[in-house]
């Protein structure tokens, strides 16, 4: 059983603004939750994962120079912990990586998709 605990849903002109912000093909059904739910907690009885809010994305990215050490992605939440979840900013893939180390060889496939990532949480 998968919990989802969604934040209020981001304006029309937030999304517009993230969109024009990023510079890669997002991930199918990525906007569409994004649209919906600025952030959420999701969690099922073994795992946890806190998406990061939209509005908030591009600059927690430069928080963590995620385009120093692991410019191949753009981390969208994480576990909580010390796992980010990333888009592999050529494929559109999603990637989960190590906040400390994060690197292309350290990172591990998740999912082909948005879609996908959530129903296998």
Not at 79 to 90: N, S, V
Not at 95 to 115: D, L
């Amino acid at each position: 059983m998968i919990n989802i605990d969604k934040n209020e849903a981001p304006s029309p002109q937030e999304v517009e603004v993230f969109l024009k912000q990023i510079n890669f093909t997002l991930p199918k059904g990525f906007i569409d939750f994004f649209k919906e739910s600025n952030g959420a907690n999701i969690s099922t009885e073994e795992n946890y994962i806190l998406l990061w809010a939209l509005t908030d994305m591009v600059q927690l990215n430069k928080d963590y120079m995620v385009d120093e050490f692991a410019p191949e992605f753009f981390i969208f939440g994480s576990d909580g912990g010390d796992t980010a979840f990333a888009i592999e900013k050529d494929t559109s893939e999603i990637y989960e990586m190590p906040f400390i180390g994060m690197s292309k060889e350290e990172s591990i496939f998740r999912n082909k998709n948005f879609v996908e990532f959530i129903k296998n949480i």
